[in-house]
């Protein structure tokens, strides 16, 4: 038997690694990311048909929290600049759902297989939460800017309003109110 050259065990031990879709190569042109990504369009156009979430409030709301990355993860911390000592969170996937949320999520809709990496179920998630939102705290889907403040700190926190003490955070959730705005408008100009 002929010894395998390790040149071909690498490609196909490569060839085996799961495939990770870029992001969209213009992140500020909804247009364009639909036409990248008309898959990813028709899972946000079902999310809206289902949750009644506009499409613009999903787009901008992902693109704060993954940049549209299906593997996005907070950043590592660090002791002492070099000692990792892991992630200040379990946010994972495109819609950044942390463990406890995300096993909620799959619960409640009895979607067991969903995966925070596979962009369908990061903008069901998220189409379900925004709906939650609505029905526990009374906030309009197309109002971007306090879905993402219930997003981010939660249906408690929201109710507690914990984002009133975070400038940094009110200043981010007027950014995705201004980026729907933006996503909706060039949605409008492209549709059809």
């Known amino acids: 038997m002929k010894p395998v050259p390790i040149l071909f065990l690498l490609l196909l031990l490569s060839s085996c690694a799961t495939s990770v879709t870029p992001p969209p190569s213009n992140l500020n042109d909804a247009c364009a990311i639909k036409a990248e990504r008309p898959q990813w369009y028709n899972a ?4 809206q048909k289902k949750w009644d979430v506009p499409i ?7 693109y704060q929290e993954s940049k549209f990355k299906g593997q996005a993860r907070t950043p590592l911390e660090f002791k002492l600049n070099v000692i990792p000592m892991g992630r ?13 949320t995300w096993k ?7 979607n067991a297989s969903a995966k925070r990496d596979n962009f369908e179920d990061a903008v069901d998630f998220m189409g379900w939460y925004m709906d939650q939102s609505t029905q526990k705290l009374g906030i309009s889907k197309t109002s971007a800017r306090k879905q993402y403040l219930a ?8 109710r507690r309003g914990t984002y009133r003490r975070k400038g940094w955070l009110m200043r981010i959730s007027k950014e995705v109110q201004a980026r729907a705005e933006m996503y909706s408008e060039q949605l409008q100009s492209c549709s059809g």
């Open 44 to 47: 946000m156009l079902a999310t």
């Open 56 to 62: 613009a409030v999903q787009m901008a709301t992902i």
């Open 88 to 100: 200040n969170s379990s946010a994972y996937g495109y819609s950044q759902a942390i463990d406890s």
């Open 104 to 110: 909620w999520y799959k619960r409640e809709t009895r």
């Open 151 to 158: 997003y981010h700190d939660g249906h408690a926190g929201y």
